[in-house]
């Protein structure tokens, strides 16, 4: 249970103090994310505690001893070269000083692309006036779960409301489509891209081959077979194409950490993306010696010696 939903609306940031640091030094305080939690809330999220322990009921006691559960950004952040754990310190707007119990790995808040923030997570032992998010992970279909967990909650009280009931997986559609449609858009310019590019190999190696239609009659007229003057043209042909995949993907590797810095979850060295686009060109300008050459050589040896 939370009072937010990561990658939707909400959260709360609160102006923090350590311990033994003067709270007037404005240099001493910094904000963090807050976020009040139950329990099972990192299992449920997948969110791994590194050290230290969890939350259990006594810590949402009101009458307990204040204590916290950080992420890995504010242990570096806050405590630089020190243990964080088992640290105490403080929110402006309360004096109450709160120890650090645990450690949890970073996790992504507003969007995906966001450089890992400090939070701090609490035991949540009230409910807001903004009402509180209910995460439940099951083994079965998300979807029937839905309407048990409704059932249940009016069981529970029928007064209360209930205002945002999805799948993580139709919240996540809803939160990422601006990443979705800027990928949609930058891969359909790249497919653009490649065939256009397919398009150029062909048509420069296609003029290249029709270049050498007086050549290709007089080895027809000397004598060479139509097999040899095949594997001539296309040797010369795909090593000119070699050559050019060759300096194409040393720049492309050259690009990957760039390319890297805008992409999240994809490996811009991907060996399947580059052996397909490799494979692409490779056969587009194969497809460019072999078929011109093959016209080439249909052409009666008399008119090709003829061709200026």
């Not at 937010?4 to 940031?13: D, I, L, R, T, Y």
């Not at 103090?17 to 007037?24: H, L, Q, S, T, Y």
């Not at 050019?244 to 811009?268: D, E, I, Q, W």
Request: proline letters at 5%.
């Amino acid at each position: 249970m939370n009072e937010w939903v990561p990658f939707g609306f909400g959260g709360e940031a609160r102006t923090i103090v350590i311990e033994g640091r003067d709270a007037n030094d404005e240099h001493n305080r910094r904000f963090a994310n807050y976020s009040p939690i139950t329990p099972g809330y990192f299992e449920t999220m997948g969110i791994q505690l590194l050290r230290g322990r969890n939350f259990n009921e006594h810590d949402a006691n009101k009458n307990a001893a204040p204590v916290a559960i950080i992420d890995e950004t504010m242990a570096k952040e806050f405590w630089p070269n020190e243990d964080a754990l088992g640290r105490r310190f403080q929110f402006m707007v309360d004096n109450k000083p709160i120890e650090v119990i645990g450690i949890a790995r970073n996790s992504k808040a507003v969007t995906l692309g966001e450089t890992p923030i400090p939070m701090v997570y609490r035991p949540l032992n009230e409910l807001s006036d903004a009402g509180v998010t209910l995460f439940v992970h099951t083994t079965g279909s998300p979807g029937v779960m839905l309407k048990e967990i409704r059932r249940i909650v009016r069981d529970i009280d029928v007064h209360v409301p209930i205002t945002y009931e999805k799948t993580i997986r139709d919240h996540m559609s809803f939160a990422l489509w601006p990443s979705w449609m800027g990928a949609i858009l930058l891969g359909s310019l790249g497919l653009l891209a490649l065939v256009l590019a397919s398009m150029g190999v062909y048509g420069v190696m296609a003029y290249s081959v029709s270049q050498r239609t007086r050549e290709l009659g007089i080895r027809m007229a000397l004598g060479a077979q139509t097999g040899q003057v095949l594997q001539l043209v296309l040797g010369q042909g795909m090593l000119l194409a070699s050559v050019g995949l060759g300096f194409g993907l040393f720049a492309a590797f050259g690009s990957t950490r760039l390319a890297g810095s805008f992409l999240y979850g994809v490996n811009p060295s991907d060996p399947f993306i580059f052996v397909g686009v490799t494979s692409l060109l490779a056969l587009a300008a194969l497809a460019a010696c072999y078929f011109p050459a093959r016209r080439a050589l249909r052409i009666d040896p008399v008119v090709a010696l003829r061709t200026e």
